[in-house]
């Protein structure tokens, strides 16, 4: 079996499997001759790299790097198996979801612009006994909430359906939002961007955030609507690793916002990533090679 990954580093983190020759391409030029089973692309890729994958004959299975896959799936050769980075970047963007709410609760941004000049900002918000609502309780949820818990924040976890969890006691289902959010002093969104995502926290679920709330944003841009959060700027608090559009534009209205926090999309891609994917990758193949199941499996 051929497989296809994107760098030598990722190659030489997924390391020999038995059974499988593993190869680099990036995406960029002639696709290798022969047939590929597996393809590992560039981390983030662009649609015209993913649209590459007509050009490898044989192809079954594409892994993606990221959590994320919207716009992916329909860009695949017909009958190929998408899967994507689930459990890779739980640790790395859990640590910037914190890092991004203490900068933000804590004035750390203020400071910053206010260097060379000692300005005090007595009652800033703290961490602990603060109410955090995460919204999108799947891995990354549930790695962020196993980080706040010990800091004493007040957890309420949030997903597309309502049931029962050993770590939070209780999962709330998104139907509940409209009650929920007006209690809340932090949201962090961390949902997969779908329709059902897509503007879930606009001008109407920002309404019912109480004065100075914060909303950290580490899922996907359009899951929280730009133009609502340039409404609510200094209202509210932002705090955001992505936005729509992205990357943002030099000259953006947000850059300028009152009290929003911009991070340029950092959050999984750290020193974390590479011996993660590089496991996962070496499981896949010895998972093919071996005829058991993928895992991760987003669709096919």
């Known amino acids: 079996m051929r497989a296809l990954v994107a760098t030598a580093e990722l190659a ?18 002639p696709a290798p001759d022969g047939v590929v089973e597996f393809w590992v692309p560039r981390y983030a890729p662009r649609a015209d790299v993913i649209d590459q994958g007509h050009q490898l004959r044989g192809l079954e299975v594409v892994q993606l790097q ?32 914190v890092g991004l709410v203490l900068a933000s ?18 009652g800033r918000r703290s961490l602990a006994d603060s109410r955090v609502l995460v919204l999108g309780f799947g891995s990354i949820g549930r790695a962020l909430a196993e980080r706040l818990l010990p800091m004493k924040a007040l ?11 050993d770590l939070v006691g209780r999962v709330r289902s998104v139907g509940d939002l409209p009650a929920l959010l007006p209690q809340q002093d932090v949201v962090v969104a961390l ?3 779908s329709d059902a995502t897509r503007g ?22 359009p899951v929280v609507d730009t133009d609502a959060v340039l409404r609510h ?30 991070t340029p999309h950092v959050a999984g891609g750290t020193t974390a990533m590479l011996p993660r994917i590089g496991g996962l990758v070496r499981d896949q193949l010895r998972r093919m090679v071996s005829g058991k199941p993928l895992i991760n499996v ?3």
């Open 12 to 29: 030489e983190a997924v390391g020999p499997v038995e059974g499988v020759e593993v190869m680099v391409w990036n995406g960029d030029g």
């Open 66 to 97: 990221t959590a994320g896959y919207d716009g992916v799936a329909e860009r695949l050769p017909a009958g190929t198996t998408l899967c994507n980075a689930t459990g890779v970047h739980d640790d790395a963007t859990a640590e910037h979801a």
């Open 105 to 122: 609760l804590r004035g750390v941004p203020e400071s910053v612009r206010q260097h060379g000049h000692w300005r005090p900002m007595p």
């Open 155 to 165: 957890v309420t976890a949030v997903a597309t359906r309502e049931r029962d969890d």
């Open 191 to 193: 949902v997969p961007l």
């Open 200 to 221: 879930l926290l606009g001008d109407e679920a920002l309404s019912l955030l109480p004065d100075g709330a914060l909303v950290v944003n580490v899922a996907r841009g």
């Open 233 to 262: 700027a200094g209202r509210l608090r932002f705090a955001l690793d992505v936005t729509d559009p992205e990357p943002l534009p030099d000259g953006h209205p947000l850059w300028d916002a009152p009290d929003v926090l911009i």
């Open 298 to 300: 987003v669709n096919g």
